[in-house]
């Protein structure tokens, strides 16, 4: 199945959860936080400006994205889980 967001929303994989602690306890999925890291899989064609036209989006297709958290909707789509949020939810994009 394909997901189209609409207007300036963005479609987002989440990336897993960190499973270990910095001093090296590992934790249950259960307390685990809510990753605020993924991948962008799709990207609307833009907010509707007032004179009729789209706005550009500032992110695109496969860029790695740092989001606020507990933000937009969470999906699960043929057993993967994603996250649609507006563009302006977006906090960065992080460059390798």
Known sequence: MK????????VIKQLEAEGKTAGGIYL???AKEKPQMGKV???GPGKQ??????GKMSVKKNDEVI????IGNDV???????????ESDI??????
């Open 3 to 10: 997901l189209v967001p609409l207007d300036d929303r963005v």
């Open 28 to 30: 249950p999925d259960t």
């Open 41 to 43: 899989i799709a990207v």
């Open 49 to 54: 400006l007032d004179d009729g036209k789209r």
């Open 67 to 70: 989001y606020a958290k507990y």
């Open 76 to 86: 699960e789509i043929d057993g993967e889980k994603y996250v649609i949020l507006h």
């Open 91 to 96: 906090l960065g994009i992080t460059e390798k």
